[in-house]
């Protein structure tokens, strides 16, 4: 079992905080989400400098059309997520589908908030 275990000093008092492994991969999942959402729109943005073509208008295209992508590569790929929803519906294993959708939710979440950093980033109403 995974487990992430973060360290936090306030004033003078020390606190550990213990992720279960379920935790930890939703954290995970957002992250690569948001890190695909940020790292494709901003270096694919460099293909438009040096093509001579107005970089935000591109970083901003490439980031509505790179978001569900980000999302399956964030969850590690869509069969294994398949199967395991496969087996949720038709064996009843309710609580492996739970755990799949809750990791779906955090993909999509990272991939907005993404986005919306790219917004702000660019003063666009969006």
Do not use: H
């Not at 294993?93 to 809750?102: D, H, T």
Request: aromatic residues 10%; glycine residues 8%; proline residues 2%.
């Amino acid at each position: 079992m995974v487990c992430l275990l973060i360290v936090i000093n306030n004033n003078k008092k020390r606190r550990v905080y213990v992720l279960e492994a379920f935790q930890y991969k939703v954290i995970l999942v957002f992250c690569t989400a948001l890190g695909m959402m940020l790292g494709a729109s901003l270096i694919g943005s460099l293909a438009a400098l040096l093509a001579k073509e107005p970089p935000v208008t591109t970083m901003l295209k490439l980031a509505r059309e790179i978001k569900i992508w980000a999302v399956a590569a964030a969850l590690g790929g869509t069969f294994s997520f398949l199967e395991v929803l496969e087996s949720g519906l038709f064996e009843g294993e309710v609580r492996a589908m739970i755990k799949q959708l809750c990791f779906v939710v955090s993909a999509i979440a990272g991939t907005q908030v993404g986005y919306y950093f790219l917004l702000v980033l660019v003063g666009d109403k969006g």
